[in-house]
């Protein structure tokens, strides 16, 4: 099942991987690199109204996200941010933080709010096809 969440943030096109009941997505937006969005697939819009089995599956959700993204971004911290402020189904935007910068394809993505709060507003938007091909990518790195 999806939502109108995940398809603000360009579902089918920027699934990485799925699970029993998350969507995970990359972010369009990337603030930095391998920023990527979690995707409830239940119909919930508060984060006390899922059921305990996506709660159970939740862990399988983040132990894959985090060790894709310890691969690829080799990241030094990682921020789960449950902001859902204009997309209301129960998602939460993944940021992995690092001192610095990544770079990917030649593109630089530094982590412009190191060591404070991500900053939101300093993103790279990889548009739908570079949403789409970073989705691709990154899948092929998804834990089994």
């Known amino acids: 099942m999806t939502n109108a969440t995940a398809k603000s943030f360009g579902y089918p096109d920027t699934v990485v991987a ?8 990359v972010r369009p937006k990337q603030p930095t690199f391998g920023s990527l969005v979690l995707v409830c697939k239940e119909p ?22 985090e060790g ?16 859902m402020m204009v997309d209301l189904d129960v998602h939460f935007h993944v940021i992995p933080r690092y001192e610095g910068a990544r770079e990917s394809d030649g593109v630089s993505y530094p982590d412009a709010g190191w060591p404070g709060q991500p900053n939101l507003g300093a ?3 990889l548009g739908a096809d570079g949403a789409a091909a ?3 990518d990154l899948a092929k790195d998804w834990p089994a």
Do not use: C
């Open 18 to 25: 799925e699970t029993a009941s998350w969507l995970v997505l």
């Open 44 to 65: 919930a819009s508060a984060f006390s109204d899922l059921t305990p089995a996506a709660f159970a599956d939740l862990q399988t959700a983040v132990q894959g996200i």
């Open 68 to 83: 894709l993204l310890r691969k690829r971004v080799n990241y030094q911290k990682i921020n789960y941010l449950m902001l």
């Open 123 to 125: 993103v790279h938007d």
């Open 134 to 136: 970073l989705a691709r």
